[in-house]
């Protein structure tokens, strides 16, 4: 009896520690994951700075105008502009032109916008109506505001995005410590095989499991090496998988259940690998076989499409998320769902039945949410299925068929967009 794909998935984790850590220029952290935690190496903004174009002045001076005098003038003196601040501090009675972003002068304590003054010369005149009253530090960044020295500004685990590129680059850091991506050797097996671009003759098929799993492996933010494919003879398979066994990661692609022409199994053994599982109780996939190496894990995964992509979310992808250095469950996250129609089990087996998404919003009748229609081909080597499919529904060992308005849980088919939360 197979085991079950909870016990598979994990087995396969006991064999995923992240990659240790490199140092990527801060421009190419989009994706990565945080091998150490950063700190600001200074305060954020470093100075006060001024959010609006205007004039600096200090709010006492605005303040004594208001209480002795009609017209709130002050006489214009020195600019700051952004990067080039003024030296000279601000007099009494004095204001500075100032732009946004640039630093306040000395003895300056706040902005007024340039809509609410009129210039004669050097004479500022501040329309006091719209002014209100002027508090110290309006329209002032005051310095450390946003980060001051030392604060944390990523931990171990970030998954960084291009927001983060702003934040690390600003506070100090030309390059950040990410986990190394592993790579991922991909390669087809089977006699049957045609490349891409090439008119299959009848009994032969295009090969393009290795491409899908090599869009796979992009998406999960690993680097995926193609070795192409290889036919049904056992010196050559060796050789390829040997090749692929260099790497931190091997996936083929067919070969791997029990017909006379199925020898990835075998050539794996023969290579040293240890075989941690062979068989899982799901459909599709069932003959899906992990093995280890010293440097390597390696993933065969049935030749059907749907079976290899099915295999390749449940077990591959929570691995290389694992090594990516992503803190927390690896595995792709469930969302809850009903189904539209009805859907079978697969007796003892799990079945992960491929679905489309067709509403999110609240239904009819007050009860909300997702609605999943089961595809109606469910056949493992129909690609259809897969490009017309969302999700895959969870259906566990024993299920029976569920009707209509069941709630399944299901496994999202675009595992980079179902982010487990931050940790
Ligand atoms: P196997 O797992 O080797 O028995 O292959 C099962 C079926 O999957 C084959 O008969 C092919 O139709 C299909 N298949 C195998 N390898 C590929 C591939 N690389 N690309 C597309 N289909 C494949
Ligand atoms: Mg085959």
Redesign the pocket.
Same mark, same amino acid.
């Given at each position: 009896m197979p085991i079950s794909v909870e016990e598979a998935q994990r087995l396969v984790l006991e064999h995923a520690a992240a990659l240790p850590a490199e140092d990527v220029p801060v421009a190419e952290i989009d994706g990565r994951i945080a091998a150490a935690p950063l700190q600001a190496r200074w305060d954020l903004p470093q100075r006060d700075v001024s959010i609006m174009d205007g004039y600096a002045v200090r709010s006492l001076d605005v303040a004594t105008l208001r209480a002795c005098s009609s017209a709130l003038v002050l006489t214009v003196r020195g600019e700051s502009a952004a990067g080039h601040p003024s030296d000279a501090p601000l007099g009494e009675g004095h204001a500075a032109r100032i732009s946004t972003g640039a630093v306040l002068p000395a003895g300056s304590d706040a902005v007024i916008a340039q809509e609410d003054t009129r210039r004669e010369g050097d004479r500022l005149v501040i329309d006091g109506d719209s002014l209100g009253t002027l508090e110290p530090g309006t329209f002032v960044r005051p310095a450390g505001s946003e980060l001051r020295e030392g604060d944390v500004v990523a931990r171990v685990g970030r998954r960084f995005g291009p927001g983060d590129i702003a934040l690390l680059a600003g506070s100090g850091h030309a390059t950040v410590p990410v986990h190394r991506r592993p790579t991922v050797a991909i390669l087809?097996?089977?006699d049957?095989?045609v490349p891409v671009g090439q008119r299959p003759d009848p009994g032969q /098929? /295009?090969? *393009?499991?290795?491409l899908v799993l090599a869009a796979m492996v992009r998406r999960a933010g690993a680097i995926p090496i193609d070795l192409g494919?290889v036919d049904d003879e056992p010196e050559r398979l060796r050789a390829a998988l040997a090749r692929g066994l260099e790497h931190d990661v091997l996936v083929t692609?067919?070969?791997? *259940?029990v017909?006379d022409?199925?020898l990835v199994h075998a050539a794996l053994m023969a290579l040293g690998a240890r075989v941690v599982f062979r068989g899982v109780a799901l459909r599709p996939g069932k003959?899906t076989t992990f093995a280890v190496t010293d440097g390597a894990r390696a993933f065969g995964l049935?030749?059907?499409?749907a *079976? *290899?992509l099915v295999a390749f979310v449940l077990f591959v992808h929570p691995l290389l998320r694992r090594l990516l250095g992503v803190r927390g469950d690896p595995r792709s996250a469930t969302m809850r769902v009903r189904l539209h129609a009805p859907a079978r089990g697969a007796g003892n087996r799990a079945h992960y039945v491929r679905a489309r998404l067709i509403d999110t919003q609240p239904l009819d009748g007050g009860t909300e949410g997702p609605l999943a229609q089961p595809l109606s081909v469910q056949q493992s080597?129909d690609?259809c299925s897969i490009a017309g499919a969302d999700l895959l529904l969870a259906l566990p060992p024993g299920a029976g068929t569920l009707p209509a308005g069941s709630q399944v849980d299901a496994l999202v088919l675009d595992p980079s967009s179902a982010e487990q939360p931050e940790p």
């Open positions: 087809s097996t089977g049957e095989l /098929v /295009v090969s *393009s499991n290795g494919q692609s067919g070969g791997i *259940s017909g022409h199925d003959p049935p030749g059907n499409p *079976s *290899s080597g690609p």
